[in-house]
C-alpha cells in the first residue's frame, strides 16, 4: 500500500469525520449546542435525549415538570392560560430527585415564573437520589463536558434516523410543537383496556402503618421544599393527578392505603403554607377516577383529562388550602374504602388474576 494512498485515506477520512461532526453540530437533533435551526421545529419526541438539552439551550419562562401521565399536556394551554412560554421537563418515573435535578438544569439557565407540578404518590416514597445513570441514560448529554460528546457526534443512529426524523417532521411531516412527548396517538383509554392490563393481587396484604415511608418521604419532601426556598420568586403549582380507582384497589390489596393517604396529608402540611406554593389534588374526582372510559391502564388517563387538569389549574377549581386539605383527604379514604368494598365488584369477572402470588 503506497503511501500516496494511506496519505489520501487518512485525509479522506478526516474530513468524512469532520462532516460527521459538523451535521451532527449543525442540526442538534438532541439540541445539546442550540435550539433549532431556522425553519426547524422542535421536535421533542425522545425525553432522555433531548430533555436536558432542551432546558438547556430553549428560550422559555415556565416548565411542566413530571411523570408519564405529564407528557400529554399541549403546552399552548399553558402557554394562553398563564400567559407563559412553556417546555416540558420529564422523567417518566416522575422521581422527586430526577424532577429536581431537571429543575436545577432549568433554573440555571432561565429565570423561571411558573413551575407546573405533577406530584405522583409514589414520587414522594421513591429512592431520594437520581436515577439517570442507574437507567443506563445518556450521561454524555447530561454534563457540560464537550470532550465526551464523541459520542453524540460519530453515532450512526444520530445521523442515520435523528437528524432526518428531525428535518422530515420538520418539513413535511405535520408535527406539532405543542405535543413534545406526547404518547397519546393511536392509544386506546377505555374499561377493555384498563381492565386487560391489570394484573390483580389475590390476597390482600395487612395494612402498613400510616408512617411507614416516613423516612422517604421526608427526604423526597426536603428536595421539592429546598427549591420552592430557592426560588421564590417562582410560583410553584403542585398537583396531584387522577389515578383510577382500580389504582386504589391495587395499593390497598398491597396494604399501602393508609400510608399513601397519610404521605399525601403529610405533603400538603409541608407544601400550602409556602407563600409560592398554590396546590391542586385530583385524585378524589369521581367523575374522572371511578369512570374507567378515562384510562389506558390503571393510572395513565386520556388528553382529555390532561386538559381538565390544565383548566383547573388556570381556573383555580380543585384547589387545596389549609382550610380544606384535611376534608379532602377524608373524603379520599372514604371514597377509598367505598371503591374497594362495593364500586369494583361489578369489575370483578373482568379483572385478571396474578396466578404467581403467594
Not at 424532577?99 to 433554573?107: R, S
Not at 398554590?278 to 378524589?284: A, D, E, L, R
Request: net charge negative; aromatic share 16%.
Amino acid at each position: 500500500m503506497s503511501k500516496k494512498f494511506l496519505k489520501q485515506f487518512f485525509i479522506s477520512s478526516g474530513i468524512l469525520l469532520f462532516l460527521c461532526i459538523l451535521a451532527v453540530v449543525l442540526f442538534d437533533p438532541f439540541f445539546q449546542y442550540h435550539k433549532p435551526l431556522h425553519g426547524l421545529k422542535a421536535v421533542l419526541t425522545d425525553k432522555e435525549y433531548q430533555c436536558v438539552g432542551s432546558l438547556k439551550t430553549f428560550d422559555y419562562d415556565s416548565v411542566i415538570a413530571g411523570s408519564s401521565v405529564a407528557e400529554n399536556y399541549y403546552n399552548d394551554w399553558f402557554n394562553q392560560g398563564f400567559d407563559c412560554k412553556v417546555i416540558k421537563a420529564i422523567r417518566s418515573y416522575g422521581a422527586t430527585a430526577d424532577l429536581c435535578y431537571l429543575l436545577d438544569i432549568a433554573f440555571e439557565h432561565q429565570d423561571l415564573g411558573n413551575v407546573f407540578y405533577n406530584l405522583d404518590p409514589a414520587a414522594l416514597v421513591a429512592d431520594p437520589e437520581t436515577t439517570y445513570e442507574l437507567t443506563g441514560c445518556p450521561m454524555y448529554l447530561y454534563d457540560d463536558n464537550y470532550f465526551n460528546d464523541i459520542e453524540y457526534w460519530l453515532n450512526k443512529g444520530v445521523l442515520l434516523e435523528k437528524i432526518p426524523y428531525l428535518i422530515a417532521n420538520s418539513t413535511i411531516g405535520d408535527y406539532d410543537e405543542n405535543d413534545s412527548y406526547n404518547w397519546a396517538q393511536w392509544k386506546q383509554f377505555n374499561s377493555d383496556m384498563v381492565l386487560g392490563l391489570y394484573i390483580r393481587k389475590p390476597s390482600v396484604s395487612e395494612m402498613k402503618p400510616e408512617n411507614y415511608y416516613k423516612d422517604l418521604l421526608n427526604r423526597n419532601l426536603k428536595l421539592l421544599t429546598d427549591r420552592i426556598e430557592s426560588h421564590p420568586e417562582t410560583t410553584f403549582y403542585i398537583f396531584v393527578p387522577p389515578y383510577s380507582m382500580m389504582w386504589w384497589d391495587n395499593i390497598y390489596r398491597e396494604g399501602d392505603t393508609d400510608a399513601y393517604l397519610y404521605n399525601m396529608k403529610r405533603a400538603m402540611e409541608v407544601l400550602i403554607p409556602y407563600d409560592n406554593v398554590i396546590f391542586y389534588y385530583f385524585q378524589n374526582d369521581r367523575e374522572i377516577i371511578l369512570d374507567l372510559e378515562n384510562y389506558m391502564d390503571i393510572l395513565h388517563f386520556s388528553p382529555d383529562i390532561n386538559h381538565y387538569i390544565c383548566d383547573c389549574l388556570i381556573s383555580g377549581k380543585n384547589r387545596i388550602d389549609e382550610s380544606n386539605y384535611m376534608e379532602s383527604i377524608e373524603d379520599m379514604r372514604s371514597l377509598a374504602d367505598e371503591i374497594v368494598t362495593e364500586l369494583v365488584i361489578p369489575y370483578e369477572d373482568r379483572i385478571k388474576v396474578d396466578i404467581y402470588d403467594e
